[in-house]
């Protein structure tokens, strides 16, 4: 199984950028699918981006198009999500996930495995 390992939260004023990173572990990075979902206290946990195993393909939560960037480096082993223009309700923890998927995938239940999750704030 592949471990996933998340840095780069931390609390920004609205209109501030921040870049999330998710390490990956354990098993070939490029065989997998990768997600960011986030979860605000009391809501369910919402896809908010995913990229292709090679890259290529990239799909992005209306909430968020625009604004942010997923990202990979099979190389590095590593995933990230570039946040631009930060907003109140983007606060969340955000959670790096994989999946041995071919193809991009939206849905949680698709996803195998789950990083611990890093908090991400944002004051207004």
């Known amino acids: 199984q592949v471990q996933l390992v998340e840095s780069g939260g931390g609390l920004v004023q609205a209109g501030d950028s921040l870049r999330l990173s998710c390490a990956a572990s354990?098993?070939?990075?490029?065989?997998?699918?990768m997600g960011w979902f986030r979860q605000a206290p009391g809501k369910e946990r919402e896809f908010v981006a995913a990229?292709?195993?090679?890259?290529?393909?990239?799909y992005y939560a209306d909430s968020v198009k625009g604004r942010f960037t997923i990202s990979r480096d099979n190389a590095k082993n590593t995933l990230y999500l570039q946040m631009n223009g930060l907003k109140p309700g983007d606060t969340a923890v955000y959670y790096c996930?994989?999946?041995?998927?071919?193809?991009?995938?939206?849905?949680?239940?698709?996803?195998?495995?789950w990083g611990q999750g890093t908090q991400v704030t944002v004051s207004s």
């Open positions: 354990g098993r070939t990075f490029s065989n997998y699918a």
């Open positions: 996930a994989g999946t041995q998927l071919w193809l991009v995938s939206i849905r949680k239940n698709d996803y195998d495995y």
């Open positions: 990229i292709s195993r090679g890259g290529s393909s990239t």
